[in-house]
């Protein structure tokens, strides 16, 4: 046999391209599926920009959010202010407060408001659901009996009511004081706001969990039955880890796309209740009531009504598409 | 089917009776009222109330009785008086309240109730006003909007406003909803699909009242300012008449201006409800045109309107009976956002008014109202589906 005329190559250095194929994370792998939809995408961005802006809000606003100017009412966008140079870049509103400068204090709220309505109910739901599918029978037909009475009651009159009787006596639900104090540090805002601001997470997450929890149920009946889960059980391990390391990361795929979509419906809730005066009052800055009070002028001075809505409506949008293409980066881990 | 329904039945009660309770705890948490009015009188000097008219005041409004007597008197108007078998007066002397009680402030300075000077008991209880309970229909008297007319009133008025306009929504929805969603699923990834289902996006992520709002701009104020046709932006008629270019001077409360009025709220809450029901029937009737009775009828070489018409129509729409009866608590309640945009004097704008004035008798009135109506409407919902779709048999 003659020797080969070429030197031998391991099959490997010719074929490393296409045989072991460039490592990719879970994470990746998702993170690559979502950024093909450029609108999802583009409404990430636009709302980690939006985020951005509030959390800087007290650097790049010119004017404080309730400096209140009588005599300047109404002034034109792009007014400047002989006294102090600054200028209202959406103009003024009915009590010479600057409109930007509360936008981006509003938008403060509104996105501290819908991040946490989610984070919790996110939470309770997800424990919640995720101990009635475990353990099942009589534990499940409660809880779920519980879930689906609180859902055959309609949720925006209700919603109403426990907030305008929160408005009226906030005593009646304890609040810790460190809480409080907490939350009027974290947003600049004084402690009856973020009292205010504290009723609205609780009457939100009171309703929102309940969605989750019928979700993650649903998950959890499915993998219940997987091997993994009987591996884990056959070694011991307790219930409690079996639920939160099993379990609730595996099903977690369509709550992270419910959760997105919860996102765009607090945002739209929490302003609904502040634009029917049972949410968040004035002077703080919501976008919902800086709309209720634009309606009042809204015959003299057509564009103002535009000013707090638009952003509503953006964000809503924003949040939306981000969760549909989240729903479809996720799709195949979805367990159906 | 009857074993269910009884089941069923039994669940609604249990369901109803909690929002009962709910709605109950709520009302006694409810601050205001003319019971607040009377305390914050106390402290003037210009009124002297002493304790009989705090007691008289507190009776009168039943709060001197025990919670549980109340509740059942509020739901039931029972017991008003000694239970009464065959003439005779039974549990008379039974205590049900304490018309003045003994108040000490404790430690916190607070004011807490140590004891009772004055019972209430069951035979006291007879000849006081009281409600014919909840059940049958009686919700008590209102503390503002009609002060001390009876809910029910207040309700009956605003009920016909209400229908004319929800239930000329329902149906414009229906007759612009179903076509929409069954076409955009026969065509589907065409332009007619892309553009329904893009609008239908817009359509539920847009905040009712900023769609309500924009109109409002649109139509009504920039429009006039422009001298071209416009829409009147508020209530449900005028007061006044009015001049509309192109249409001439129109009547106050004529039909046209009736008409002129109802466009805007319509179409605002058509949109919303279009939005989501074509969507719905849009991915039920996807998923008909993939089952295998479709392409069975498509083989055996009919046409294809009749394969759509007469199979796969029929079977999207199955689903969409759960979707569409929840339509019967909206006839009722109305739109809260839509009417607090358009001024509509509608139930809606009623709850609102309610909540807002502290008038929380009208408000619970309306919500347990709602609550019912929409228990049925889901009962409904799954029965309706049985008739339906004859593969589900309910156990």
Same mark, same amino acid.
Not at chain 1, 11 to 22: G, S
Not at chain 1, 249 to 254: G, H, L, S
Not at chain 1, 308 to 323: E, K, R, S, T, Y
């Given at each position: ?37 450029? %609108?999802?995408?583009?409404? !990430?961005? =636009? @709302?980690?920009? $939006?985020?951005?802006?509030? &959390?800087?809000?007290?650097? /790049?606003? #010119? ?87 609180? %859902?055959?009651?309609?949720? !925006?009159? =209700? @919603?109403?009511? $426990?907030?305008?009787?929160? &408005?009226?006596?906030?005593? /009646?639900? #304890? ?87 919860? %996102? ?73 | ?395």
């Amino acid at each position: 046999m003659t020797a080969p005329a070429a030197p031998v190559r391991k099959v490997v250095e010719v074929l490393q391209p296409e045989a072991m194929p460039k490592e990719e994370t879970q994470f990746t792998v998702i993170r690559r599926r979502f950024m093909r939809h450029k %609108l999802a995408f583009f409404s !990430l961005i =636009l @709302l980690g920009l $939006i985020f951005l802006a509030s &959390l800087f809000a007290a650097q /790049i606003a #010119p004017y404080g959010p309730t400096e209140i100017e009588i005599g300047n009412a109404f002034a034109r966008p792009g007014a400047v202010d002989e006294a102090t140079g600054k200028t209202h870049w959406l103009g003024t509103d009915h009590l010479g407060r600057d409109y930007f400068s509360r936008i981006l204090y509003a938008a403060r709220i509104s996105l501290t408001v819908a991040l946490c309505v989610v984070i919790f109910s996110t939470i309770v739901g997800s424990l919640f659901g995720a101990v009635s599918g475990f353990y099942g029978g009589l534990v499940d037909d409660v809880g779920m009996r519980l879930v689906e009475f609180m %859902l055959t009651i309609p949720d !925006l009159p =209700l @919603l109403l009511i $426990i907030s305008s009787i929160l &408005l009226q006596s906030p005593d /009646i639900v #304890p609040v810790p004081k460190a809480v409080i104090d907490f939350t009027a540090a974290a947003m600049y805002i004084s402690s009856r706001e973020a009292l205010q601001v504290i009723m609205v997470i609780l009457v939100l997450t009171a309703f929102g969990w309940l969605g989750v929890a019928r979700l993650m149920r649903g998950m959890v009946l499915s993998i219940k039955n997987m091997e993994y889960v009987d591996a884990a059980r056959a070694l011991g391990v307790s219930d409690f880890s079996i639920i939160t390391r099993h379990l609730i990361p595996n099903a977690f795929a369509p709550i992270i796309v419910s959760a997105s979509l919860a %996102l765009a419906g607090s945002v739209i809730t929490e302003s609904v209740l502040s634009f029917l005066g049972l949410g968040i009052q004035d002077p703080t800055p919501t976008w919902g009531n800086m709309l209720s009070f634009t309606q009042d002028y809204m015959f003299q001075h057509p564009w103002l009504p535009l000013i707090p809505g638009l952003p509503i409506f953006i964000c809503a949008m924003a949040f939306n598409f981000v969760g549909d293409g989240l729903r479809d980066a996720l799709d195949p881990r979805l367990k159906r | 089917m009857t074993n269910y329904l009884i089941r069923r039945s039994f669940q609604m009660i249990m369901v109803l009776f909690f929002s009962a309770l709910v709605t109950y705890t709520l009302l006694s948490l409810a601050p205001g009222g003319p019971w607040e009015a009377l305390l914050s009188q106390q402290g003037s000097e210009t009124r002297r109330i002493d304790a009989d008219d705090i007691a008289r005041v507190r009776a009168q409004y039943e709060l001197d009785l025990d919670n549980i007597w109340r509740f059942s008197r509020w739901l039931i108007g029972w017991p008003a008086g000694p239970i009464k078998i065959g003439g005779q007066e039974f549990l008379g002397d039974f205590v049900v309240g304490c018309y003045k009680p003994i108040q000490e402030t404790n430690a916190l300075g607070e004011p807490i109730i140590v004891g009772c000077e004055d019972t209430v008991t069951m035979k006291e209880l007879e000849g006081r006003r009281t409600s014919k309970g909840v059940v049958f229909g009686d919700f008590g008297l209102s503390w503002g909007i009609l002060r001390d007319r009876p809910v029910m009133d207040v309700l009956w008025s605003r009920i016909p406003v209400t229908l004319q306009l929800m239930s000329v929504v329902t149906v414009l929805s229906l007759m612009i909803g179903i076509p929409l969603g069954l076409i955009s699923a026969i065509r589907q990834y065409s332009v007619f699909d892309y553009t329904v289902t893009t609008v239908s996006f817009l359509g539920s992520s847009m905040p009712t009242f900023f769609f309500g709002i924009l109109l409002i701009l649109i139509f009504a104020i920039t429009f006039k300012q422009m001298g071209w046709f416009y829409l009147p932006p508020g209530d449900s008629v005028s007061s006044r008449a009015y001049v509309v270019p192109l249409l001439g001077r129109v009547e106050a409360k004529s039909l046209l201006d009736q008409f002129l009025h109802m466009i805007m709220p319509t179409t605002v809450l058509t949109m919303f409800s279009v939005a989501g029901w074509s969507r719905f029937i849009r991915s039920s009737m996807l998923e008909v045109l993939r089952q295998d009775y479709v392409r069975t009828a498509r083989a055996k070489g009919l046409l294809e309107n009749t394969v759509l018409v007469k199979h796969a129509f029929r079977n999207a729409l199955i689903p969409f009976v759960t979707i569409v009866v929840f339509a019967i608590p909206g006839m009722f309640g109305g739109a809260i956002v839509t009417e607090t945009v358009f001024n509509w004097p509608g139930m809606g704008r009623l709850f609102i008014d309610a909540l807002s004035r502290s008038d929380y008798p009208v408000g619970m009135a309306i919500f347990l109202i709602s609550a019912f109506l929409t228990v049925i409407a889901t009962l409904l919902g799954d029965i309706l589906y049985t008739f339906v779709d004859p593969r589900i048999r309910l156990s």
